[in-house]
């Protein structure tokens, strides 16, 4: 066991697996970082599905802290609020949220978009800001207007499986590196075990 973790904490540092995330949430995390998001920005999450909830947990583990939930059935809402430290409202209110926003993260199963411009509008209370949206949903929540008429920061998962599929081809291309120190480690091990033996 002690050389198996040995020899992955090896893979982890020799090779370039880590340099290339393929999970969704961690790209959607590091496109956020890279856009400078303020760790007291204020968080509008449109879905309280496993999606969200793996993506919201994420970004309280790295310390976001500012969050408002939106969800069909209030108590699951309310469940992932409670966990985040943030407010929760039923999605049929979500136009009369008037605390503006800096990003919203959607992830739904709903067939229809759940923000149009006219909701978009309501939500940003005013505001002017370049506003970030990360849209997980298959087909979007965000409708094409939206993106059109405000111009944000736009985050959807078409973009991310596109990255997270050219990330693990390049993982591929380590491979050979992988092999190469996992062989060795077997081979320094069964030494050791033929000298314990002994």
């Known amino acids: 066991i002690k050389r198996a973790i040995e020899t992955a904490k090896q893979v982890y540092t020799d090779t370039q697996i880590a340099h290339r995330p393929v999970s969704i949430v961690s790209l959607a995390y590091r496109k956020l970082k890279d856009l400078n998001v303020k760790l007291d920005a204020r968080f509008v999450i449109i879905g309280a599905g496993q999606t969200n909830q793996l993506m919201a947990k994420f970004l309280k583990k790295h310390g976001f802290t500012n969050f408002v939930v939106f969800n069909r059935t209030l108590s699951n ?5 409670e966990e985040l430290g943030g407010r929760a409202l039923p999605l049929k209110e979500i136009t009369e949220n ?9 992830c739904t199963a709903s067939a ?10 309501a939500l940003k209370s005013g505001e002017k800001g370049k506003k970030t949206i990360i849209d997980l949903s298959i087909p979007n929540d965000i409708a094409p207007e939206v993106i059109a008429e405000n ?3 736009y985050i959807d998962i078409t973009a991310l499986q596109t990255m997270a599929s050219e990330n693990m081809k390049e993982r591929h291309k380590e491979l050979e590196a992988y092999h190469a120190i996992i062989e060795e480690n077997i081979s320094t091990f069964r030494s050791v075990l033929k000298e314990g033996k002994v």
């Open 98 to 106: 008037k605390g503006g926003f800096d990003v919203i993260l959607t």
């Open 151 to 153: 111009n944000p920061h």
């Open 77 to 81: 809402a309310q469940k992932l609020a």
């Open 112 to 121: 229809e978009h759940i923000i149009d411009s006219n909701t978009y509008a």
